[in-house]
């Protein structure tokens, strides 16, 4: 805390009840300028009575009148000590000095609440808070003891003659009359902040307020092409100090608060009854720390407490606690939902939670994006895909012009460039993915994989097959085509490992034809041909293919992506050399799950039925044999964004034994 100090001047002493009674003038500026104005004074009734603001030892108690332009009237009253003591000894030395004319003066010690920077050089303090009253000895030049006794940093006292430092003073600004207060978190009629939470949060506010402040500052200027006035200075350098100010404390607040969760201690149950046993229980903050769930182990949760309630007839909350507890995430989610058990078949229900990275939906898509093709594209080195909206025109450029040198007077020869327009219309994936009642009311860890397992499954094998193989080619409005479809694929030529780089270099011409540099390539083949490969040994006994497993790697300088979801026919297998930048991909990112249980269902995974043509099929009824069908679907779309962009490789048996004749 600043403290301050301004002189006063005694007006009567009563010997017999030991009585002071004086004015406080109106000071009048001092030697460095600065003046203290007295209707800004604020103080409490009563203060104590110090000796030479000696903060440890009080000699009396002082009440003040209300302030007036002309001073402030005061009474100061010196107790009778009866008892010998250091007390009775220090209180009759202080007597003993005002009535033998030592000490004639009195001095006030208080606290700027705000001040402005004058033109002269000094300050004028409008707003203070008196603290105490002091008696001192005046020291014979005026305008020295008026200087002395306004130390602001330390109680200097007003009878040492010391010489004030600079630093005692408010540092100046840039230009005059700068008001300069403490910042004020809590506004009117609101109640007090008692945690560091909520003044963190408060200063967090006021900081963005103020930064924003400056910037409407500065662009005022910018915006009538002139530089900054001086009120504007005055301004945009008082908000940055304050913004200083506040960084300051938001990081002793945050100190402050990881120490008091480092401290924390856990509130046993039933122990807190009353308020002062949880004052007596808690230290600073309760942290309540949660195992970390395995990847896609929440959305499986949220699934089977859904399914459950549905099952059960019970509210989702209810199940959530009993088999969670209160401070679950599940918990937390369907409490928030507020969704009834009955509302279980709505496909909207994530919705509004999809996409938040600390929700368990986004979890889920987390969980299943690494087992995908399309979600190991843009992860751990693999160059991402081009990431484009749904219903957003694509132009691309199928041809180029060409430029001419033209003879002077000759005419100038005309080019012609090709474009087309793609749209990517957001398409449904989904899958229905049975379990047993038995598996789902299990509580075992074991029985909530095998739900996320399942949910994963449902989607996993449909996008990577779809995603690039040959064969699959765009449905209308329902799936997209491969984007190894319609291309001519090269044949491999042989299974050791010169065939494999003669086939690599065959690949790699593919691009060097279309003049389009992979520069973001990515191999795509199947695990098992990633296998022969790292496999596969010089005469040296050294691994032919360095840095190639099962599970991917990079071969010849680029990523590979192993899935066992790449065709790999009887004639062989198919490998691709695909440029990420070629290939347009929209993915909201999100998935949703319905479920049912009274559904009866085509247990296959080419399904006859149709709604628009009813055809008849072998139904099984999820009711009848204690089963529940979890529903996934995810909106994606692709497509390739030139033809050559990707390279395809057919017959593949890379590091089979040679055929015998």
């Known amino acids: 805390m600043n403290r301050m100090y301004s002189l006063l001047t005694v007006k009567a002493v009563e010997d017999e009840q030991r009585i002071i009674r004086g004015i406080a003038t109106t000071p009048n500026p001092d030697r460095v300028g600065d003046i203290v104005e007295p209707l800004g004074v604020r103080f409490k009734n009563p203060m104590p009575l110090l000796h030479h603001h000696d903060h440890d030892k009080p000699v009396g108690s002082v009440s003040f009148d209300k302030p007036t332009p002309d001073g402030i009237t005061f009474e100061a009253r010196l107790p009778q000590i009866a008892e010998p003591g250091p007390l009775r000894d220090r209180v009759e030395t202080a007597w003993g000095e005002v009535k033998a004319g030592l000490v004639r003066a009195v001095s006030i010690g208080f606290r700027a609440l705000e001040y402005a920077f004058l033109d002269s050089g000094g300050i004028r303090f409008t707003q203070t808070e008196v603290l105490e009253l002091s008696l001192v000895t005046v020291p014979a030049n005026a305008d020295a003891k008026i200087s002395l006794i306004k130390s602001i940093d330390a109680p200097v006292l007003a009878a040492t003659g010391k010489e004030p430092r600079a630093s005692d003073r408010p540092v100046r600004p840039g230009a005059s009359g700068t008001s300069t207060k403490p910042v004020n978190l809590k506004p009117e009629n609101v109640t007090a902040m008692k945690t560091v939470a909520e003044q963190i949060a408060a200063l967090e506010a006021t900081r963005q307020a103020k930064a924003a402040r400056m910037a409407e500052v500065m662009q005022t200027s910018i915006d009538e092409g002139r530089s ?24 002793r607040l945050r100190a402050l608060e990881k120490a008091q969760a480092a401290s924390a201690r856990p509130v046993v149950q039933n ?60 918990y937390g989610i369907v409490s928030k939902a507020a969704v009834p058990a009955g509302t279980t078949s709505n496909a909207t229900w994530a919705g509004a939670l999809v996409g938040e990275e600390t929700s368990v939906f986004a979890d889920f898509v987390e969980f299943l994006r690494p087992q995908t093709i399309l979600g190991r594209f843009g992860a751990n080195g693999v160059p991402a895909l081009r990431q484009v909206p749904f219903r957003v025109a694509l132009i691309g450029q ?56 399942q949910l994963a499954a449902a989607l996993r094998e449909r996008l990577d097959r779809d995603f690039i193989d040959p064969a699959k080619a765009a449905a209308a409005n329902v799936s997209p085509a491969s984007i190894t479809h319609g291309l001519t694929p090269i044949a491999s030529s042989g299974n050791d490992a010169d065939a494999v780089r003669a086939d690599i270099r065959a690949l790699f011409g593919a691009f060097i034809a279309a003049n389009n540099t992979p520069t973001s390539g990515v191999w795509v083949m199947p695990a098992t041909t990633a296998l022969a490969l790292s496999l596969m040994q010089n005469p040296l006994g050294q691994a032919e293919f360095a840095g190639i497993s099962m599970n991917g790697g990079t071969l010849f300088g680029l990523p590979v992506i192993a899935s066992e979801f790449v065709p790999s ?32 269902l085509e247990m296959a995974d080419t399904p006859a039925g149709d709604a628009g043509v009813p055809t008849g099929a ?34 593949v048996k890379w590091g089979a034994p040679p055929a015998t004749p």
Not at 287 to 313: E, H, Y
Not at 410 to 429: C, I, Y
Not at 439 to 451: G, H, W
Not at 577 to 597: C, H, K, T
């Open 271 to 330: 122990q807190i009854r009353t308020a002062e046993d949880g004052a007596a229980a808690r230290s600073g903050v309760v942290v309540t720390a949660s195992p970390k769930l395995p990847p896609g182990i929440g959305f499986a949760r949220l699934a089977r407490v859904k399914a459950l309630a549905k099952l059960d007839g019970e509210s989702p909350r209810t199940l959530a606690k009993e088999l969670y507890g209160e401070n679950s995430v599940i």
């Open 618 to 651: 072998q139904l099984v009824s999820l009711w009848q044999t204690d089963s529940v069908g979890f529903r996934a679907e995810r909106t994606v779309n692709w497509a390739r964004r030139r033809a050559s962009g990707v390279a395809l490789l057919s017959g």
């Open 569 to 600: 026919p009887g004639t062989g297998a198919y490998v691709a050399l695909v440029n990420a930048a070629d290939v347009y991909l929209a993915d909201e990112g999100g998935v949703a799950i319905d479920m049912s249980r009274e559904a009866s």
């Open 398 to 453: 199928t041809s180029g012009g060409q430029g001419y040198w033209v003879g002077e007077g000759k005419a100038k020869p005309l080019t012609r460039f090709d474009f087309e327009r793609k749209t990517l219309e957001p398409l449904k994936v989904a899958n229905i993915a049975v379990v047993s009642e038995e598996t789902l009311r299990d509580s075992s860890p074991s029985a909530e994989m095998i739900v996320r397992d």
């Open 228 to 251: 900054t006035d001086a009120a504007e200075q005055e301004e945009f350098d008082t908000l940055e100090q304050e913004v200083q100010a506040i960084d300051g404390d938001l990081k």
